[in-house]
């Protein structure tokens, strides 16, 4: 299993920019596909980004062209820059492992305590 711990979110005025970093803990990480997810309350968790473990992305409509999901197998790490925020980016964002099923990315369990991300306007 891989464990995450998510770090490197905050408060930022809109049109600012944010890195998001995952450590994930496994010996199968560098085998696996990542994710970033973010969730608001009252929502259900939406899928921002993925990343396959040969660097392949994927990205939700409204991150295109804003975010940048990228990994370093090496450190365990997983990152998410985020530019041109705006205030509806404002979210808990979690990292977690999963696999592609068809067109839909299935997360693990495992989800980590997430970080806030907060944009000013």
């Known amino acids: 299993q891989v464990q995450v711990v998510e770090s490197g979110g905050g408060l930022v005025q809109a049109g600012g920019s944010l890195r998001l970093s995952c450590a994930a803990s496994?010996?199968?990480?560098?085998?696996?596909?990542m994710a970033w997810y973010r969730q608001t309350p009252g929502k259900q968790r939406e899928l921002v980004a993925t990343?396959?473990?040969?660097?392949?992305?994927n990205y939700a409509d409204s991150a295109k062209g804003r975010f940048t999901i990228s990994r370093d197998n090496a450190k365990n790490m997983v990152y998410l820059q985020m530019n041109s925020l705006k205030p509806e980016d404002t979210a808990v964002y979690y990292c977690?492992?999963?696999?592609?099923?068809?067109?839909?990315?299935?997360?693990?369990?495992?989800w980590g305590q997430g970080t806030q991300v907060t944009v000013s306007s």
């Open positions: 977690n492992t999963g696999v592609r099923v068809g067109r839909t990315f299935v997360p693990s369990d495992n």
């Open positions: 496994g010996s199968i990480f560098s085998f696996s596909s």
């Open positions: 990343i396959t473990s040969g660097g392949s992305t």
